[in-house]
């Protein structure tokens, strides 16, 4: 006998990952260059040559028995330190390494919050469409999962749903901006009126609300006119997750914080316990190489600009064919209206055209489909026919 829940989160499939190593199957059968692979969120755009660079040059200045030591468990003070300075250039902010717990990616920063913050019997609060680990997260350390869909059409919260959920159990509300899958940025008018709500409902129930800002798409935002609040600055009780998977194209270092600002409510039990639960997963001291790399790389990404064309070209293009969908402000992801009811059904039909998307039902919101595009626009170009294909079967 082993625990239900992680046996049964073990057998299951994780759809996104069988879709994708279908699409590598297909690729070995009939070619690469055949097969659009939309599936899975892993950045195809080189990590920026800084990394190469900074990485050699740590290898070459860093003596061995140091570069390859322990660190202590929240990571480099002097690196906490730089990521905290850049947090303070870019926000106003007032943070410093006490604040701050490196983590395996954001991965490792949702589980460790979720250990340190929820006691049995709380709730926890996410919106659809929601990245689906949110949920593993919360259940796996005694949450109860708590889902409120996003208003349909804009993406933004519809607070009358939101104020209903809330309740003298609600521990935890989940967000996450640029949203996977849908792409949307919370307006700062929804910021604004979603903080407003949550102190309102503290003050009621006389407990801290925390909302865990999960962000690691924050630098993925493609238009001038548009701004992503820094939700710790509107909010006291924030608790932001951060990771480099994303804006620097390393998702397989694993490399992101935690950040515990010090107005959140009983900050430094809150961010002990954070540094318990990571001690007690064993998420701790993370790869020395890597925090050495971060402070020479805190304002650098991968080259962006090819997530903004892929975007303008996918939305221009499948528009044209028929397609209904919101233009997406940021991450790598277009949420598309599925043509018919059932998403699995069109992912199913997209698949004859070797075009692999993912149904929106594992994010909790059937009837669309995610098509993640953080992949050359060459590949964009050359699946186009194949898109303009497979919405004509619904058409003619
Ligand atoms: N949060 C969201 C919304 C994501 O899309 C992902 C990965 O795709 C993660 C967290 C986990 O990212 P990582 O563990 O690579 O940092």
Redesign the pocket.
Known sequence: MFPQDALQCGKEQNLIRVISEYAAKRAAEIGAEKVFNFSI?NPNVPAPEIVTETLKEILNTVPPAQLHSYTPAPGLPWVRDAVAADLNLRYGTDYSAGDLYLT???????AIVMKAVLLPGDEVIQFAPY?P?YAIYAAGFGGKVVTVGLRAGDFQIDLEALEAAINEHTRILVI?CPN?PAGTIFTQETVTALADLLRKKQAEFGRPIYILA?E??RELVYDDNVTLPFIPNHYDNTIYTY????CLSL?GE?I?YILVPPKAAEHDDLYASICGAGRILGYLHINTLFQYMLPKVLDKTSDLSIYKNNRDLLCSELTKYGYEMAKPDGAFYLFVKSPEPDDYAFCERAKQFEVMLVPGTIFGYPGYVRLSYCVDTDTVRRALPAMEALMKTYTE
């Open positions: 969120g395996a990616g954001a991965s490792a920063a949702l990245y680990e996450n996977n999960d690691p798409y990771s480099y998977s994303k998702p694993r992101g």
